[in-house]
């Protein structure tokens, strides 16, 4: 992941090294930080809960007073708790996870209304944002005081290509606010969803539990098997997570960033 944010950095360095000289002129870039959580299985509704600090690093493109494009590189922290649920089910389930998140996303944001950088007559406006890119998970589950990761357990049964990738994909929507200070700075604060297409942030996605036959290849096939239920009352009968649904994480903070060059550009603004 950091080899990716890497290049990524040196490809928006070298076309602006290429382009005109207003390329930095219309180029941004910045810091970001906020909360980040989790919905899925183990938070199916509450806004917030758990939420973690998360902080990165912002590249913005100013397309025109209406556009920009938008790369960002955050790096978070999410978790739950069966046994903070209020459904009686999950907190029998007794399951837990936390997994540190590496995201790298690039898209648009759409002003509801002109802006541009340092022009006083066009100093703010809301903007829907619309991303998509890649995250690195490792869900991890604590016992006896350790944190151990839970893909290479396989705890739902799952050996070799079955099991679930540690990368995957991301779409992440929403909305926010910006405005200017002076010529050169500018906040952005926003709210974004982000649509996954797996169901493993939290190690839980079969509706069933897997049998103690489904350890017998595994490295290590005890250690897998209690994992896999960690029930309070012992049962395999109840539900253990929902094939139905993805797993989604909420972004939510600020960031501020930097005019990178000293031009001036004349926008349409209409």
């Known amino acids: 992941m950091k080899n990716w944010i890497l290049l990524l950095f040196l490809f928006i360095y070298s076309?602006?090294?290429?382009?005109?000289?207003?390329?930095?002129?219309?180029?941004?870039?910045g810091l970001n930080l906020g909360q980040m959580y989790y919905i899925g299985e183990l938070n199916p509704y509450t806004p917030f809960y758990k939420s973690q600090n998360a902080y990165g690093l912002m590249y913005r493109?100013?397309?025109?007073?209406?556009?920009?494009?938008?790369?960002?590189?955050?790096?978070?922290?999410?978790?739950?708790?069966?046994?903070d649920s209020k459904i009686p089910q999950n907190?029998?389930?007794?399951?837990?996870?936390?997994t540190a998140i590496h995201?790298?996303?690039?898209?648009?944001?759409f002003y509801f209304k002109s802006y541009q950088l340092g022009n006083p007559r066009y100093p703010e406006t809301f903007y829907f944002l619309a991303q998509i890119g890649m995250f690195?998970?490792?869900?991890?589950?604590?016992?006896?005081?350790?944190?151990?990761?839970?893909?290479?357990?396989g705890t739902e049964g799952q050996t070799?290509?079955?099991?679930?990738?540690?990368?995957?994909?991301?779409?992440?929507?929403?909305?926010?606010?910006?405005f200017s200070i002076g010529k050169i700075m500018a906040v952005n604060l926003d709210l974004s969803i982000r649509k996954t297409f797996t169901d493993y942030i939290d190690d839980v996605g079969s509706?069933?539990?897997?049998?103690?036959?489904?350890?017998?290849?595994?490295?290590?096939?005890?250690?897998?098997?209690?994992?896999?239920?960690?029930?309070?009352?012992?049962?395999?009968?109840?539900?253990?997570?929902n094939e139905a649904t993805?797993?989604?994480?909420?972004?939510?903070g600020a960031s501020v960033t930097i005019k990178l060059g000293n031009g001036n550009i004349c926008w349409d603004f209409k």
Not at 15 to 29: H, I, K, T
Not at 91 to 98: E, I, M, P, Q
Not at 213 to 223: C, G, K, V
């Open 136 to 153: 690195y998970m490792n869900p991890k589950t604590e016992l006896n005081g350790e944190w151990i990761a839970l893909r290479p357990l």
């Open 15 to 29: 076309v602006g090294f290429s382009q005109q000289a207003n390329f930095w002129s219309r180029s941004e870039l």
């Open 207 to 241: 509706n069933s539990y897997a049998g103690q036959a489904d350890f017998i290849n595994h490295d290590e096939p005890s250690l897998s098997y209690s994992l896999s239920n960690r029930s309070l009352d012992g049962s395999r009968t109840e539900r253990r997570g």
């Open 61 to 83: 493109l100013n397309r025109n007073a209406r556009m920009a494009y938008r790369i960002n590189y955050t790096y978070g922290n999410l978790a739950a708790y069966d046994a």
């Open 91 to 98: 907190v029998n389930r007794n399951l837990h996870f936390k």
């Open 160 to 178: 070799g290509k079955k099991r679930y990738n540690n990368y995957q994909l991301c779409v992440p929507l929403g909305m926010g606010y910006k």
């Open 103 to 109: 995201e790298v996303v690039g898209g648009l944001e």
């Open 246 to 252: 993805k797993d989604w994480y909420v972004y939510a």
